[in-house]
């Protein structure tokens, strides 16, 4: 996957830590997964994801999130994303009605840079799935990437560019939310946007994009630097904020690095600062756990970060840990 410096999958590793799902009746909507066929060794496919959301919680429906994956082979290069969403929506149709609902939202992509022309890119995905939902654009970047082993998908201040904001107002037309991926040292760029065009919704990924690699390792002054940043965000009331994507190697914990996979509680001692400030200042009703399947997989299995935002929730109200588990996920993309 793109997303740089993952980590493989290693099946005998997870298995060594067989977790029960605790409260496995509550109603979990997975709102941030993917979908990929990247060729031998490297797919992920609807059984695959059916197997981890089998494994306990009651996930009733999930969000696929785009990930480069089964492009259209011609046509115009603005038009290539669509063949992701027709991809997945064929996937998610064969899925038999009685289990989980496999991306019930599709959200996918597509480069806002082209301005208004976007729209069409925008309507093409519409026509392929009535289940796509927005899409999300790689703004990631830092002067520091290439040193950490990761990777800049966007030159720096994108969210700035003119042809960048004509295209994303497209979405605020089209009633379609967007997806920020970036690195944490970059939100004050997405406050600025969120600000300037506050008809979009934002749905900002990863906690923010956690880095705990190189000039980041130093985690007081990185959680200092984060909290800040998103204590600015937080003041736009557009924006919400998906609690996940922290097992990839990027945020620096190493889990995959372990002769022992981490337990829930090991997990939820690393996020619950993460996840209860930005509760804290977003409120439940702007926040949702996210898998980040398979990605996080590296780190963990679904049970067991599952069981780890439980955990985490376990100082809120009823209410709230709907919100967090099922209801935003619901109402941000729409499913109900």
């Excluded at 290693?10 to 799902?21: C, M, V, Y």
């Excluded at 729209?119 to 990631?140: C, D, K, Q, Y």
């Excluded at 939310?177 to 300037?196: C, E, G, I, K, N």
């Excluded at 996940?244 to 996979?261: A, I, L």
Aim: net charge negative; with cysteine; proline share 7%.
């Amino acid at each position: 996957m793109a997303q740089g410096h993952l980590a493989p999958t290693r099946a005998d590793w997870l298995a060594l830590n067989n977790e029960q799902a605790i409260d496995p009746a509550l109603p979990i909507c997975d709102p941030h997964h993917h979908l990929w066929n990247h060729g031998p060794g490297d797919i992920y496919l609807a059984p695959d994801l059916l197997a981890d959301t089998g494994a306990g919680h009651n996930v009733v429906s999930t969000v696929f999130i785009d990930c480069f994956s089964m492009y259209r082979k011609e046509g115009p290069e603005a038009l290539k994303p669509v063949g992701e969403t027709e991809w997945v929506h064929a996937l998610a149709q064969a899925v038999p009605a009685a289990q989980t609902r496999v991306a019930a939202g599709i959200v996918g992509t597509a480069n806002l840079t082209l301005g208004a022309r976007v729209g069409e890119v925008l309507e093409a995905h519409m026509t392929a799935s009535p289940r796509f939902r927005g899409i999300r654009h790689w703004l990631n970047w830092d002067a520091e990437t290439t040193a950490m082993g990761l990777r800049s998908d966007a030159p720096p201040r994108q969210a700035y560019e003119p042809a960048f904001r004509e295209g994303y107002r497209e979405l605020g037309r089209l009633n379609l939310s967007f997806d920020a991926w970036m690195y944490f040292p970059q939100l004050p760029d997405l406050t600025a946007l969120a600000r300037a065009i506050p008809e979009v919704t934002v749905v900002l990924n990863h906690a923010g994009g956690l880095l705990g690699l190189g000039p980041y390792s130093k985690r007081d002054e990185a959680f200092a630097l984060w909290r800040r940043n998103m204590g600015d965000l937080s003041t736009c009331p557009n924006v919400t904020v998906k609690l996940g994507g922290m097992g990839v190697p990027r945020c620096g914990f190493g889990w995959h690095q372990r002769d022992q996979p981490p337990t829930s509680e090991d997990l939820a001692s690393a996020f619950s600062p993460y996840c209860l400030e930005t509760i804290e200042l977003f409120g439940a009703q702007r926040c949702l756990f996210e898998s980040n399947f398979p990605a996080d997989k590296c780190a963990y299995s679904y049970a067991v970060i599952w069981n780890a935002f439980k955990r985490i929730a376990r100082c809120c109200s009823d209410e709230e840990r709907a919100a967090l588990f099922h209801d935003t996920a619901v109402r941000i993309y729409r499913l109900a």
